[in-house]
């Protein structure tokens, strides 16, 4: 039978430009949160100044009738602007599983094979030879008992 070989590739640490790289990506990542929350933070407040002059006495209510459906056209952007970066996570989650987990899952299904064959190996060759000798001393002393002789 032969023996199971035990995986000699230990996953290595990152290195120094890979640990950068990832740094610059999320640092990347965090400018453009940044960028899109103060774009919003100003559409609100340019909508509020607009909305702040378009209510004065002299207004008619067509004009806050066109405020309310400039109000919807923005929340209809926003609510775009927010499918996009879902979909944008989405594609990144995806290429996580792909490129991360799926390695990861095989190589410790790698390892769960390896460790089985081991367990298997060591149970015929070591522990069930050290069964029986613990089983023949077990009846030799039995049988010295019942002849007499007192083993220590």
């Given at each position: 039978m032969e023996t199971p070989q035990l995986p000699s590739?230990?996953?290595?640490?990152?290195?120094?430009?890979?640990?950068a790289a990832i740094r610059e990506a999320e640092r990347k990542q965090k400018t453009l949160m940044a960028g899109i929350i103060a774009g919003v933070v100003l559409?609100?407040?340019?909508?509020?100044?607009a909305i702040f002059f378009l209510m004065q006495p002299s207004a008619p209510t067509d004009k806050i009738r066109d405020v309310f459906i400039i109000v919807?056209?923005?929340?209809?952007?926003?609510?775009?602007?927010?499918?996009?970066?879902?979909?944008v996570q989405l594609a990144s989650l995806i290429n996580l599983l792909q490129n991360e987990v799926r390695p990861i899952l095989l190589a410790t299904t790698e390892t769960v094979n390896t460790l089985r064959g081991t367990a298997e190996f060591l149970g015929e060759n070591v522990v069930e030879p050290v069964i029986?000798?613990?089983s023949y001393l077990a009846g030799l002393r039995r049988m010295l008992e019942l002849m007499g002789i007192k083993p220590k």
């Open positions: 590739q230990e996953p290595t640490p990152p290195t120094a430009e890979e640990l559409i609100l407040v340019l909508l509020g100044v919807v056209a923005l929340e209809s952007l926003v609510i775009g602007v927010a499918l996009i970066v879902l979909i029986k000798l613990n």
